[in-house]
């Protein structure tokens, strides 16, 4: 391209021959940017078309400011604490502050409760919340657990992990029935009812539920997942029937969708947290 | 005399470390350096891809090389993850910025946050490593490793103390009387790693008479039994070093 040919032209001297040394160094530690854990002076050498010896030597200088280390083995190397000093924010991915958005815009356009929850353990925590005003599906206590199975909010959750989690999850869980006093809107539920709530959410991708206990509350939830199905996170809409009632819900259905496309788009590209569910 | 090569990752340092863009002239001064050799380091530099130039200016801020890097290093510390949800669930349970900070020999580095709901925060970034000795997190994990530090003398009561009330605290700045609050997490009796909640929770006088300290307590255990029976998940990548061999500078 002309316009950057005349850029280089008018540029002064490059110095490139200068620093050749700085250059290799760079070269080597960029090798440990790649899925290895670790390197071999060897390995190096053959990757970069240099010597063993210029190889050692750049390995010398990275140690010695601890930007690599030696590795278990004693003889490879690894990437040292260093790299991690120079400052950036390139790991912020947080998704209470990428979903809040889009609660708010849930909460403009339905006028009704919005909750945000993950899987911590084997519960789960709200970890955020919009409360309607008056007649009002309202918010449980900050950070509170609410174990997996207990709540078809907290199913909606355990819906997304795999059937062989789910199976250890219950379980470690059972009696399935002992926080039936703290939980009565699934009090006296079996297995099978949380697996035929496991089946209609991964049917329709998303649920909707009534509280009896709630004087006649009803949900809708949708999970966020990773490109591998993980579950981020569960976001569910809740109101009053008499005002957020099944013909609501399906008359809202597309608008919420639109809310939470890019915020679906941009979870799949994060891997979710592991979820670590046996054991009781 | 330094090595056109270590001075470039002593440019790569400064550069990392500054909190805006420097140029040829102010990286010489602050290495003494000439602005020339300076700018033939951030040259080498620039064109790895280990720095990148400010909107097109002659200074620099960070590139992508470094970005990766870290990514390809903090992907080698599976404690973020496994702990990200107990963080995310402690700091909506505080309000504050919730921090995990790692041991590293006789250092803490702070690997993970969770920020809180607050809008005011003075969090330190990520990377940050400070001596154990230093600042309350670190205190929390000194409580509970086997030797003494190399600078841990003088600190005796104050790790006596944390051993007993199960946690460190450490004045803010800017609450007088408040505290933040750091936990140790431990696995078989001894600290791996400190979960700090960064604001001014508790009352420096009487920390204990805190309403939600059981609840914190028990997400931090929650972690900790999680450590026990998962161990492959809390391993990180410098377990191998000894302690006295890690010696940030």
Redesign the interface.
Same mark, same amino acid.
């Given at each position: 391209m002309a316009v950057s040919t005349n850029a280089a032209r008018a540029a002064p001297d490059?110095?490139?021959y $200068?620093?050749q040394?700085?250059?290799?160094?760079?070269?080597v530690?960029?090798c440990? =940017?790649?899925p290895e854990?670790d390197l071999g002076v060897t390995e190096l050498a053959l990757r970069l078309g240099m010597n063993k010896n210029m190889v050692h030597r750049?390995l010398a200088?990275?140690a010695?400011?601890?930007?690599v280390?030696?590795?278990?083995d004693r003889t490879r190397y690894?990437?040292g604490? $260093?790299?991690?000093?120079?400052?950036?924010?390139?790991?912020a991915f947080?998704?209470? =502050?990428l979903a809040r958005p889009a609660l708010e815009e849930l909460h403009a356009l339905t006028g009704e409760s919005v909750f945000l929850s993950?899987?911590?353990?084997r519960a789960r925590?709200?970890?955020?919340w919009i409360e309607a005003r008056g007649r009002r599906v309202s918010a449980s206590q900050?950070?509170r657990?609410v174990p997996l199975h207990c709540t078809t909010m907290s199913r909606a959750l355990l819906a997304c992990l795999d059937d062989r989690e789910i199976e250890a999850y219950l379980a470690g869980a059972a009696p399935l029935t002992r926080h039936d006093e703290t939980f009565p809107e699934t009090a006296g539920m079996t297995a099978q009812d949380v697996w035929d709530d496991v089946a209609r959410l991964r049917r329709e991708g998303f649920i909707t539920w009534r509280n009896p206990q709630q004087y006649g509350a009803n949900y809708i939830a949708f999970p966020l997942r990773d490109t591998q199905g993980r579950p981020h996170a569960l976001v569910t809409v809740g109101g009053p029937l008499e005002r957020f009632g099944p013909a609501r819900i399906a008359e809202l259905m597309a608008p919420m969708r639109a809310i939470l496309a890019p915020v679906e788009q941009h979870a799949r590209h994060v891997?979710a947290?592991?979820v670590?569910v046996e054991?009781s | 005399m330094m090595?056109?090569?270590?001075?470039?990752?002593?440019i790569?340092?400064t550069v990392?470390?500054a909190e805006r863009p420097l140029g040829p002239t102010e990286i010489g001064q602050a290495l003494g350096i000439s602005a020339g050799t300076a700018?033939?380091?951030l040259?080498?530099?620039e064109?790895?891809?280990?720095l990148a130039r400010f909107q097109a200016s002659p200074k620099f801020v960070?590139g992508k090389?470094?970005?990766?890097?870290?990514?390809?290093?903090?992907a080698?510390f599976?404690i973020r993850?496994?702990t990200?949800?107990?963080l995310?669930?402690?700091?909506?349970?505080s309000g504050e910025t919730v921090s995990l900070t790692v041991r590293?020999g006789w250092y803490g580095?702070r690997?993970a946050t969770?920020?809180g709901?607050n809008e005011v925060t003075s969090a330190p970034?990520?990377?940050?490593?400070r001596p154990l000795a230093e600042g309350f997190a670190g205190r929390a994990i000194l409580a509970h490793v086997p030797a003494d530090a190399p600078d841990a003398q003088g600190l005796a009561r104050a790790l006596a103390e944390v051993r007993t009330r199960g946690f460190a605290t450490e004045e803010t700045a800017f609450a007088r009387g408040r505290a933040a609050i750091a936990f140790p997490l431990r696995r078989d009796g001894q600290a791996i790693a400190a979960i700090a909640i960064e604001g001014p929770v508790v009352d420096l006088g009487d920390p204990v008479a805190h309403d939600d300290l059981p609840?914190w307590r028990e997400?931090v255990h929650?972690v900790e039994r999680?450590a026990q029976?998962?161990p492959a998940?809390f391993a990180g990548?410098?377990d191998?070093?000894d302690a006295d061999d890690?010696v940030?500078?």
């Open positions: 490059p110095p490139r $200068r620093n040394a700085a250059q290799r160094v760079l070269a530690l960029s440990f =940017a790649g854990r750049a200088t990275l010695a400011q601890g930007f280390t030696r590795a278990p690894q990437l604490w $260093r790299v991690l000093t120079l400052a950036g924010d390139d790991d947080d998704i209470r =502050a993950i899987i911590v353990g925590v709200n970890v955020d900050r950070g657990s891997a947290a592991p670590v054991g | 090595s056109s090569a270590g001075r470039a990752l002593r790569l340092e990392g470390a700018f033939r380091g040259d080498a530099l064109r790895a891809g280990y960070l090389s470094v970005a990766a890097l870290r990514q390809s290093l903090l080698r599976p993850d496994v990200a949800p107990y995310r669930q402690l700091a909506f349970a590293l580095l690997i969770a920020a709901t970034p990520l990377g940050a490593v609840r997400i929650a999680l029976a998962r998940l990548p410098f191998h070093l890690i940030p500078e």
